[in-house]
């Protein structure tokens, strides 16, 4: 069964602090894993988008990581900001346009 | 550019209504895909637009949903009756593939539609 699970389900860190976000997938066939940051009341925007070649890919202080082997990834926030409180959801795309969603990670920065 | 719309934004309704979600997508972008979101869950896709043809409704849950895309532009989304299992946020999304780029297929989102059946 095609899956996608994220950890943690929330997260509280200080600002001005790292965060590492996981999501681990069995999706088959793989073709594209993407991160996207989703604001209260708002829709999904895409950070980052990684094919099977790819293993790390970066969007400002969002770093991405893939490890196609282990269908492993992360998602890396460096120096994190009041305004990167979102959900963080990992989406993966088999052949074609099939794509399955994470449950997401809340994250919470506080002041 | 503008991007993707949707309207309405929140709908309350209750049960056994009728109720049309639309979306606009973003000019010039063949692809267009529905989601929802139920409490508590991740988001689920229902079914994907190439131009005015269903690519692909295997995610439409009943009888009960239907989507039309006229002419390839925009889109709407109908529950009739409506249930109370429902409820949730339905998001649309766009894209427009590169040519000879299957794997970067980027989606944009719009702000999704709160709907509440009671």
């Known amino acids: 069964k095609n899956q996608v699970e994220q950890s943690p389900q929330s997260l509280i860190i200080l600002e001005g602090k790292n965060c590492t976000l996981q999501?681990?997938?069995?999706?088959?066939?793989?073709?594209?894993l993407r991160w996207y940051k989703q604001d209260t009341g708002r829709g999904p925007v895409s950070l980052t988008i990684?094919?099977?070649?790819?293993n790390t890919k970066s969007n400002g202080r969002y770093t991405a990581t893939l490890d196609a082997d282990t269908k492993q990834s992360s998602l890396h926030i460096t120096a994190s900001q009041l305004s990167d409180s979102a959900s963080y959801i990992c989406v993966v795309s088999t052949g074609g346009f099939k794509t399955i969603f994470g449950a997401g990670t809340r994250l919470f920065v506080k002041a | 550019e503008a991007g993707v719309t949707q309207f309405p934004s929140h709908s309350v309704i209750e049960k056994g209504q009728t109720v049309t979600l639309r979306c606009d997508p973003i000019s010039g972008h063949d692809n267009l895909y529905w989601y929802r979101r139920v409490m508590g869950k991740e988001i689920k896709f229902l079914l994907h637009f190439v131009k005015e043809s269903k690519q692909d409704e295997s995610g439409m849950p009943n009888n009960r949903f239907l989507a039309e895309r006229t002419g390839g532009t925009y889109s709407t989304l109908k529950v009739q009756p409506a249930e109370l299992e429902d409820s949730g946020v339905y998001f649309c999304?766009?894209?427009?593939?590169?040519?000879?780029?299957?794997?970067?297929?980027?989606?944009?989102f719009g702000p999704g539609t709160r709907l509440t059946v009671l």
């Open positions: 999501c681990n997938y069995t999706v088959s066939p793989f073709s594209n």
């Open positions: 990684m094919t099977f070649s790819e």
């Open positions: 999304a766009s894209s427009q593939v590169p040519s000879g780029s299957w794997s970067y297929n980027e989606q944009f």
